[in-house]
T-cell receptor
Framework: EPEVTQTPSHQVTQMGQEVILRCVPISNHLYFYWYRQILGQKVEFLVSFYNNEISEKSEIFDDQFSVERPDGSNFTLKIRSTKLEDSAMYFC????????????FGPGTRLTVL | RKEVEQDPGPFNVPEGATVAFNCTYSNSASQSFFWYRQDCRKEPKLLMSVYSSGNEDGRFTAQLNRASQYISLLIRDSKLSDSATYLC????????????FGKGTRLSVIA
């Protein structure tokens, strides 16, 4: 069964450094998302992406964040200058049919900012 | 008021028991409803979509009450492998829209 994949599984970085989190959505899906989950908290929406542009973004997704689909398979989340509070699990999700909106999640990248 | 509210639990039940989780949502414009399960430090996995008429998938039954803005999940004949956190999830509009998650209800099924 096709799955969303994410790399790396764990990223440790120093405050102020840039990180790029990578995702490969399910191949016939057209709608892509990033969510994050701070330890012990609920899953929170960051950004949605369709047709090579951002569809919607949350208040969390400020100027430090950007997304890109550099080729036909990868979908990336960049954090330009990481802060301690960016430490969280970052999940990529994809969806085939927007009318149903069933989103399938990747295994996540655990980001630790020191 | 939180957008999606759930009893955090934990619910500790013996194998074979029936357990029910409830969830309320605040936005009456919500269009799509789901239950996801999340194991410790893993990704949310879609368990089932919830339809207005209610729906069943094996031991799992989901119900939606739009008038009361209430969603439920019933698990019959609980297995040890059902131990997880169950996330109530809504999206406010149809189409390509973000999912809004509850904080989850933790279930432990005990032998």
């Amino acid at each position: 069964e096709p799955e969303v994949t994410q790399t790396p599984s764990h990223q440790v970085t120093q405050m102020g450094q840039e990180v790029i989190l990578r995702c490969v959505p399910i191949s016939n899906h057209l709608y892509f998302y990033w969510y994050r989950q701070i330890l012990g908290q609920k899953v929170e929406f960051l950004v949605s992406f369709y047709n090579n542009e951002i569809s919607e973004k949350s208040e969390i997704f400020d100027d430090q964040f950007s997304v890109e689909r550099p080729d036909g398979s990868n979908f990336t989340l960049k954090i330009r200058s990481t802060k301690l509070e960016d430490s969280a699990m970052y999940f990529c999700a994809s969806c085939r049919d927007s009318a149903i909106n069933e989103q399938f999640f990747g295994p996540g990248t655990r980001l630790t900012v020191l | 008021r939180k957008e999606v509210e759930q009893d955090p639990g934990p619910f500790n039940v013996p194998e074979g028991a029936t357990v029910a989780f409830n969830c309320t949502y605040s936005n009456s414009a919500s269009q799509s409803f789901f239950w996801y399960r999340q194991d410790c430090r893993k990704e949310p996995k879609l368990l089932m979509s919830v339809y207005s008429s209610g729906n069943e998938d094996g031991r799992f039954t989901a119900q939606l009450n739009r008038a009361s803005q209430y969603i439920s999940l019933l698990i019959r004949d609980s297995k040890l492998s059902d131990s997880a956190t169950y996330l109530c999830v809504v999206s406010h509009f149809s189409g390509n829209t973000p999912l809004v998650f509850g904080k989850g209800t933790r279930l432990s099924v005990i032998a």
